[in-house]
């Protein structure tokens, strides 16, 4: 088992910022790729941006130039750094993992983390 802690959300004023962290603990092997994920009310959950252990990003095209993810691998730790923020950006944020331990993938999600942006 993996567990995923977020913290950071909060807050924020139209073209603010904030930066969400989320740290990894338990039965760690191979953390393939981890990210994150958000969900506004009324509305499926989205894939905001993710990162694999190597490093390649990957973002949501309404985040692009705005939100940047980066990694520790030694610390087993993701962050999302968020600027110029929007109130569409307002959701509840979750921290996401893919592990890989003894052949078996398995994916892992957080509590999240309410972030909210006020127009």
């Known amino acids: 088992q993996v567990q995923l802690v977020e913290s950071g959300g909060g807050l924020a004023q139209t073209g603010g910022s904030l930066r969400l962290s989320c740290v990894a603990s338990?039965?760690?092997?191979?953390?393939?790729?981890m990210g994150w994920y958000r969900q506004a009310p009324g509305k499926q959950r989205e894939l905001v941006a993710t990162?694999?252990?190597?490093?390649?990003?990957g973002y949501q095209d309404s985040v692009k130039g705005r939100f940047t993810i980066s990694r520790d691998n030694a610390k087993n730790t993701v962050d999302l750094q968020m600027n110029s923020l929007k109130p569409e950006d307002t959701a509840v944020y979750y921290c996401?993992?893919?592990?890989?331990?003894?052949?078996?993938?398995?994916?892992?999600w957080g509590q999240g983390t309410q972030v909210t942006v006020s127009s």
């Open positions: 990162i694999t252990s190597s490093g390649t990003t």
């Open positions: 996401y993992t893919m592990s890989a331990r003894g052949g078996k993938f398995s994916p892992y």
């Open positions: 338990g039965s760690i092997s191979i953390l393939i790729v």
